[in-house]
T-cell receptor
């Protein structure tokens, strides 16, 4: 069965420094992977998705993620944090065994310090 | 933004009362989902639908039922609300997977408080 683990529940960075949010997945099939962002009291917005076309995926707002099959990881990065990046981030794997489900990580709350 | 609305956006109710939340989409997407979001748990799937009148349970379905009589509407019902069902509820939609990877689009959420 698919599962996803977000390794850090909270991450704090200073504005202008790099961001790294870690995600590991478990999947018996070729996974479909996503990162979503949720700003306070808002819904979820797609940042990027892994389509198997390229292992390095670029998303919105300068975020990118690299799919590493050997490490079963899909970490989210950004070279330089901005105050507006403060939010909660969710790593998601879709169940491609035919059940139409998506499995969410428990989230990483990113704090950006001035 | 995908055309997804949820109603009501906020609701306060009392233990033991029935509650129905509505999700409405204008995208004609096949799949619809109900999640609840609680601190430390991320989003957990309650029920989902893969077509009109076709639904299945998620990981936290106890105490909830759903119905989908039209493509655009997916209703979540709490037959007898309990305080443990106080949460934020999100609806999501996605398109058919025959074209490959498909992301979900989310509604704005409904904050439900059961006293």
């Amino acid at each position: 069965a698919q599962s996803v683990t977000q390794l850090d529940s909270h991450v704090s960075v200073s504005e202008g420094t790099p961001v790294l949010l870690r995600c590991n997945y478990s999947s018996s099939y070729s996974p479909s992977l996503f990162w979503y962002v949720q700003h306070p009291n808002k819904g979820l917005q797609l940042l990027l998705k892994y389509t198997s076309a390229a292992t390095l995926v670029k998303g919105i707002n300068g975020f990118e993620a690299e799919f590493k099959k050997s490490e079963t990881s899909f970490h989210l990065t950004k070279p330089s944090a901005h105050m507006s990046d403060a939010a909660e981030y969710f790593c998601v794997v879709s169940d491609d065994s035919g059940t139409y489900k998506y499995i969410f990580g428990t989230g990483t709350r990113l704090k950006v310090l001035a | 933004d995908a055309g997804i609305t949820q109603s009501p956006r906020h609701k306060v109710t009392e233990t033991g009362t029935p509650v129905t939340l509505r999700c409405h989409q204008t995208e004609n997407h096949r799949y619809m989902y109900w999640y609840r979001q609680d601190p430390g748990h991320g989003l957990r799937l309650i029920h989902y639908s893969y077509g009109v009148k076709d639904t299945d349970k998620g990981e936290v379905s106890d105490g909830y039922s759903v119905s989908r009589s039209k493509t655009e509407d997916f209703l979540l019902t709490l037959e007898s609300a309990t305080s443990s069902q106080t949460s934020v509820y999100f609806c999501a939609i996605s398109e058919s997977r025959t074209s490959g990877v498909n992301e979900q689009f989310f509604g704005p959420g409904t904050r439900l408080t059961v006293l």
